[in-house]
């Protein structure tokens, strides 16, 4: 078996492909399990996601300085660009959405301290 990594709409995943020679294929594996959360730093103010949708962009790294009002994300939702702003001065100490990721109403997006 080869092992690759394979990037859709900005999503890691690795997969394996087996080469057949005639013989009866194996049986399908079981999807890789969802890499597990960051852990989010105590005291931070947590960004949450107000609706759900797709994360289009991130505009803000680990570790950068923050204003209240900077764009944090965009998200799009129903056909709509959204911009997730920063509800506070300070830095961000996480982020826990990446690019493309498929986010929920009320899922952590990036904590502020």
Do not use: F
């Amino acid at each position: 078996m080869k092992k690759y990594r394979v990037t859709v709409n900005g999503t890691p995943y690795e997969i394996e492909l087996e080469a057949l020679t005639g013989a009866a294929p194996a049986p399908a594996a079981a999807p890789a399990a969802a890499p597990a959360p960051a852990a989010v730093p105590a005291g931070g103010e947590q960004v949450t996601s107000p609706m759900p949708g797709t994360i289009l962009d991130v505009k803000v790294s680990q570790g950068a300085s923050v204003k209240k009002g900077d764009v944090l994300m965009i998200l799009e939702a129903m056909k709509m660009e959204n911009e997730i702003m920063c509800p506070c001065d300070g830095k961000v100490a996480s982020i826990n959405a990446a690019k493309g990721a498929a986010v929920e109403s009320g899922t952590l997006l990036c904590v502020i301290q």
